[in-house]
């Protein structure tokens, strides 16, 4: 029981003792011509020197004491050690593509550590049919090829922003000289119009290249006749619905004129109607009693009563005079002076009885 104890507690002190240097990142690729970077730190503060080596051959010695021992132009190391770690890290400038591999970084005496380096090359991509025109629902082939890229690049395609199945389409790979050349070629049916995209990629790349071209759908002959003919009916009908609504406006205006002025008419004529019949109430009556000036009447002196009202039998009518008054108006009418040449002259008087 004791022997496995102490067995295991030797296990975890030589696992404390190797988790102690760290170096990241674990994989690192770069484009060619780029800069490569590499961490490497340690909790324990009794350490002496530090070496980096790319693919087994050292390229770079640290010394706790005085730093850097040997810089160069390619491989230099920046310093940025904590109260809680001591930490250096290692830039590989201009990197090129034998200097793929692994790199280590070594503490003497205490432990080292290895990452993979991988140097990439960015080719070129390009759809090789150019901007294609088809019918609906006719298939059509785009073909993409990417060339000299390192390593072999991923391709695949977009269709209107969309990303297309792999089964739409297969790619094919070659070597030359190193780099890598990759044609694509994609499958469908021309559904509608739409930008189609190839992308190609590999992983020291922030993003794909792309390259894009146009599809576009044309209408055949019998769609064509029908659109050029439902484009007519729609403006034949829209012309017909104009002339209709001019006509309804002018109809309507003509009779709003016409109705207005059957009404100034009527106005007008029941003004008139309405002064000829004040007219007539001012101007009275004829009275057929009314007996003119100078003319003679058998009436006796004692015909007539006390107000000069001549007093007749009950058979003869009262005598009335020509003009018959409104309520409103009352005048006593007088004879002229009796003619004095004339015997047994008579002084009469005329009144208006209301």
């Not at 930490?87 to 990197?95: D, G, P, Q, S």
């Not at 088809?134 to 209107?160: F, V």
């Not at 205006?253 to 004529?269: F, L, M, N």
């Amino acid at each position: 029981m004791d022997i496995v104890f102490l067995a295991f507690f030797l296990l975890t002190a030589f696992e404390g003792v190797i988790a102690q240097v760290q170096l990241e990142p674990k994989t690192s690729a770069v484009l060619r011509g780029t800069d490569a970077r590499f961490n490497c730190s340690l909790s324990q503060p009794n350490w002496v020197a530090m070496t980096w080596s790319l693919n087994s051959s050292v390229v770079l010695t640290i010394s706790k004491m005085f730093g850097v021992l040997e810089n160069s132009d390619r491989y230099t190391a920046f310093n940025y050690t904590t109260d809680q770690s001591h930490k250096w890290e290692f830039v590989l400038r201009n990197t090129q593509w034998n200097e793929s591999g692994v790199v280590t970084c070594d503490v003497q005496n205490i432990d080292r550590k290895m990452a993979s380096l991988s140097v990439q090359e960015s080719g070129t991509v390009t759809i090789t049919s150019g901007n294609v025109t088809a019918k609906r629902n006719q298939p059509i082939t785009i073909r993409c090829l990417a060339r000299g890229w390192l390593p072999e690049p991923d391709l695949t395609w977009t269709l209107g922003g969309i990303s297309v199945s792999r089964d739409k389409y297969n790619t094919s790979t070659e070597a030359l000289g190193g780099l890598f050349n990759s044609a694509s070629t994609l499958t469908l049916l021309a559904n509608g119009s739409a930008p189609v995209e190839c992308r190609a990629t590999v992983p020291a790349l922030a993003a794909p290249q792309t390259s894009t071209i146009f599809l576009t759908i044309v209408a055949d002959t019998a769609e064509k006749d029908q659109t050029v003919l439902i484009a007519t009916v729609v403006s034949v009908v829209a012309v017909a619905l104009l002339v209709l609504l001019i006509i309804g406006i002018i109809f309507c205006y003509k009779r709003r004129k016409v109705t207005k002025s059957s009404y100034e008419e009527e106005v007008r004529r029941t003004r008139s109607l309405s002064e000829r019949n004040a007219s007539e109430v001012v101007q009275g009556k004829d009275n057929m009693a009314y007996l003119p000036d100078g003319s003679k009447r058998d009436v006796a002196p004692s015909e007539f009563n006390d107000s000069g009202i001549a007093r007749t039998n009950s058979h003869h009518s009262p005598e009335m005079p020509d003009v018959l008054y409104n309520s409103n108006h009352t005048a006593n009418a007088y004879d002229p002076a009796p003619d004095h040449g004339t015997l047994g002259s008579k002084k009469h008087r005329h009144a208006t009885i209301v």
